[in-house]
């Protein structure tokens, strides 16, 4: 497989706003009140306005109520030392309660409308890379599936998706039936992207959209990526990070990074997820900046495409 030359294809740098706009859209009372701008430029291409459940400006407010129900850790815990994907998995992220993980399923198939519809230009160029030699589709954190969509032009194509809220599987086979996915094509496998339950060397392309700002360990991630891709496999990424140092937005997320963590299923708002992407190891990377454009705890994004 061939590996990226170059970023020309890929979009430019958007300002953004990602938040959860559940359809139709909530009463504005639960808005974050603060206009948060990092002071970056703004640019007029695809404006995502609005967002990813870690971000979502009802349910960060609107779960607080519920948030001392919630079995969720908010410290870093060390990866298990077993390898079995099980053993990892019910270490590292316990199963939450049945009502939590189906709330937190089905803001993310409701609530995401908006943003998937904003963030499509973004997509389409991105997962235009994905071609009939990306048979083999991993997907981390595979939620509700809405990516599902720009693999309609893949012949012949397996995805396995893979999570652990077992209450993302109804939706994801319902978006993958949408996308016209064959039903044998697509298979839901309760895990963790820290331990991936596949083979090394056996994936065409891993695809993980705002799922980094979730896992317990993003390099324990990163490195299993790398151990699943075939070599020249391509590790398709769109996530958000922290804002710039010393900007009022950091400040901010700085503030509310636990409870976010607490209320949003262990999404943090202050990860370095582009350097360590950067950072991890693979042979070539096209990594973009897409600063959002006013209301947002999850501002920026970094999105693009690695290879082993
Ligand atoms: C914000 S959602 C994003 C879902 C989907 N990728 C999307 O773009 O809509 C984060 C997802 O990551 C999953 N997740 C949480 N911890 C994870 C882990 N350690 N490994 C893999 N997925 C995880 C959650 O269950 C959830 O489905």
Redesign the pocket.
């Known amino acids: 497989m061939q590996c990226l030359s170059g970023a020309a294809a890929l979009p430019p740098t958007v300002n953004s706003l990602l938040f959860i706009r559940p359809s139709p859209p909530p009463p504005r009372t639960l808005t974050l009140a603060v206009t948060l701008n990092d002071g970056e430029p703004s640019r007029s291409e695809p404006r995502v306005l609005s967002c990813?459940?870690?971000g979502r400006r009802t349910g960060l407010l609107g779960a607080a109520a519920a948030a001392p129900l919630l079995p969720i850790t908010t410290f870093a815990a060390p990866v298990a030392s077993s390898s079995d994907p099980t053993v990892v998995m019910e270490r590292?992220?316990p199963p939450r309660p049945d009502w939590y993980e189906e709330f937190?399923a089905q803001a993310?198939e409701e609530g995401?409308r908006s943003y998937e519809a904003e963030i499509a230009g973004y997509k389409e160029k991105l997962f235009s890379y994905l071609t009939d030699k990306s048979k083999n589709i991993l997907?981390?954190?595979?939620?509700?599936g809405?990516?599902f969509k720009y693999y309609a032009t893949i012949n012949d194509l397996t995805v396995i998706g893979?999570?652990?809220?077992k209450q993302?599987e109804k939706y994801a086979r319902s978006a993958a039936v949408a996308a016209r996915l064959p039903e044998t094509s697509f298979s839901f496998i309760r895990?963790?992207?820290?331990a991936l339950p596949v083979r090394e060397n056996t994936m065409d392309a891993v695809i993980?959209?705002?799922?980094l700002?979730?896992?317990?360990d993003v390099d324990t991630?990163l490195r299993e990526v790398k151990r699943v891709l075939k070599p020249g496999g391509l590790y398709v990424f769109i996530e958000h990070v922290a804002a710039r140092d010393g900007s009022l937005l950091r400040f901010v997320q700085g503030t509310l990074d636990p409870l976010q963590q607490f209320v949003a299923?262990?999404?943090h708002l202050t990860r370095q997820t582009g350097k360590q992407i950067s950072d991890a190891g693979f042979s070539s990377i096209d990594l973009k900046t897409a600063f959002l454009s006013s209301v947002s705890l999850i501002s920026p994004h970094v999105y693009g495409i690695a290879c082993k």
């Open positions: 990813c459940s870690c590292l992220r937190y993310m995401m997907e981390l954190g595979v939620g509700t809405p990516n893979v999570d652990p809220n993302m895990g963790v992207a820290e993980g959209t705002l799922v700002c979730s896992v317990k991630a299923d262990g999404c």
